[in-house]
């Protein structure tokens, strides 16, 4: 690490270790019992209790995630294409989707259930249904936000729509997708939750359920933990891929 | 190479009918530097889309190359007043783009790309980004993309009106040398601007245009010699040429 990053990463760590050391001594000096409120210590030796077969329910709620991620990222990318080719689809669409997108997607989940059944793909899809929104606009708008004397250039040259749209439109969306993708994997994370949440034999979310009706918070802690362990990795990853594919771009 | 006969344009805004020009005539022959000037908002870009076929004009005709214009006229130079560089492709990236959307073989380009950039002294920079590079060398980049293909005729508008006046300055001595002033073979260039002295300075013609609707005020000769140089400016009859475009400008308004 240099010195540079020590210095931007100090202050941050600092107040996460004074956060931690507050919340393990506070508690019990105000007489807080530990299945209202459990220490970092406690929680930390309930998520590292493999007692509870963690690796199990991280795996299905990884699952879950990435699946509803990639199902947003792949279908929302699809359904901003289209927008932005053919006028016809977007009259046809947007309409729609803003319907859609203001629908109360957690209350839909139930209906998801019942229709499909317990299982991992409910959960993807109503994980996808949370996040595929934003990528569809950012992919339209990133494909039409380009300079009117840019499209000159390609009718002086005789360039076909396609090639018009794979070397200017499609480049030129790229930067956007990749900052959707970024809210949509933290949307994801939530989505795969409230699944496990309205019912569910496995995961994370079911965890917290049943860590909660036992009282025993500590492991509702640790399941929170690991939470936000994959979203974290997720959200990392497509910072990392926005770095790497788009460097032009000023996003941070 | 170009003829204007009774060009006139009028379009739709939510207001009604604004007429931007009106019976437009005038010849631009090969080889021929003409300036466009006139206050902003008289119509001087769209009479350069049109030129360019990018706009169908409402009246009259335009031919170029001896061919009546009814679309994109094939493969002419333009530059914008913004570079408008892709800003994911490196700059000789950037300069090969024409050849890309002519379906042509970049890479049988590349030669004379590298040679464009190095002729307007970006031979280092071929290999950057455009952020990497101030405003005045994105338009530099700029023009070589408008020159890659070798086009007979280069439409500009207003390429250097963003720039600072030192730059500018810098960019017409530099346009004047890319063109080939002393050549036969150099190119036809139609050239909108707002400042006078940078029509004067350029241009073998100028065309002064009047506010809304767009007409042609008169079309001033500027027999100044070439090549012209920094000195070029301070002659008297530069002085002369720019104060009757100025008179014929301030008696339009």
């Not at chain 1, 050391?21 to 930390?44: D, K, N």
């Not at chain 2, 003829?3 to 080889?31: H, K, N, Q, W």
Request: charged residues 15%; proline residues 7%; glycine residues 10%.
């Amino acid at each position: 690490m240099t010195r540079g990053a020590l210095r931007r990463y100090v202050p941050s760590l600092v107040l996460f270790g004074a956060l931690l050391l507050i919340w393990q001594v506070v508690p019990p000096l105000l007489r807080i019992r530990e299945y209202l409120l459990p220490g970092p210590v406690a929680v930390v030796r309930a998520a590292l209790n493999f007692s509870i077969p963690w690796h199990a329910h991280i795996w299905v709620t990884t699952l879950e995630i990435l699946g509803g991620f990639a199902l947003a990222g792949a279908g929302g990318v699809a359904l901003g294409v289209a927008i932005a080719w053919s006028g016809t689809a977007a009259r046809a669409l947007v309409p729609f989707l803003v319907v859609v997108n203001t629908l109360p997607k957690v209350a839909v989940a139930p209906l998801f259930l019942l229709w499909l059944g317990y299982g991992v793909v409910p959960n993807m899809l109503i994980a996808a249904l949370i996040g595929f929104f934003p990528v569809v606009i950012n992919t339209a708008v990133g494909l039409t936000q380009i300079d009117e004397e840019l499209l000159d250039l390609g009718r002086v040259f005789g360039a076909p729509k396609w090639k018009v749209f794979v070397k200017i439109r499609l480049p030129n969306a790229l930067p956007y997708v990749l900052s959707a993708l970024k809210i949509t994997a933290t949307a994801a994370v939530v989505g795969a939750i409230v699944g496990e949440f309205v019912a569910s034999q496995a995961g994370l979310g079911m965890v917290i359920v049943n860590a909660q009706t036992n009282l025993n918070t500590p492991v509702a802690f640790a399941a929170l933990a690991w939470i936000s362990v994959i979203g974290l990795g997720l959200y990392g990853a497509v910072g990392l891929a926005a770095r790497a594919w788009a460097p032009w771009a000023d996003t941070p | 190479m170009i003829v204007l006969d009774g060009v006139g344009m009028t379009y739709r805004a939510a207001s009604g009918p604004v007429e931007a020009l009106r019976s437009i005539s005038f010849r631009v022959d090969g080889g021929e530097l003409v300036a466009l000037v006139g206050p902003s908002g008289c119509g001087k870009s769209t009479l350069l889309r049109i030129i360019a076929g990018l706009r169908p004009a409402t009246t009259g005709r335009v031919a170029v190359g001896g061919h009546a214009v009814t679309g994109p006229v094939p493969a002419v130079g333009m530059v914008f007043q913004a570079p408008i560089l892709l800003k994911w492709r490196r700059i000789v990236e950037n300069v090969l783009l024409p050849a890309e959307l002519a379906g042509l073989d970049p890479g049988a380009f590349r030669g004379r790309a590298l040679e464009l950039l190095r002729l307007v002294g970006l031979g280092d920079f071929a290999d950057r980004l455009p952020r990497e590079l101030s405003g005045g060398m994105q338009q530099r980049a700029a023009l070589c993309r408008a020159l890659l293909l070798d086009p007979p005729l280069l439409l500009m508008d207003e390429p250097f009106g963003a720039l600072d006046a030192m730059t500018r300055d810098e960019l017409n001595l530099e346009l004047l040398r890319v063109w080939g002033e002393g050549s036969r073979t150099r190119k036809t260039i139609v050239f909108v601007t707002h400042s006078i002295v940078e029509a004067v300075f350029l241009a073998d013609r100028v065309v002064v245009l009047t506010p809304r609707p767009g007409r042609v005020a008169e079309l001033v000769p500027v027999p100044l010699p070439r090549p012209r140089t920094v000195e070029t400016r301070a002659s008297p009859a530069f002085g002369a040429l720019a104060l009757q475009i100025h008179l014929l400008l301030a008696r339009s308004a």
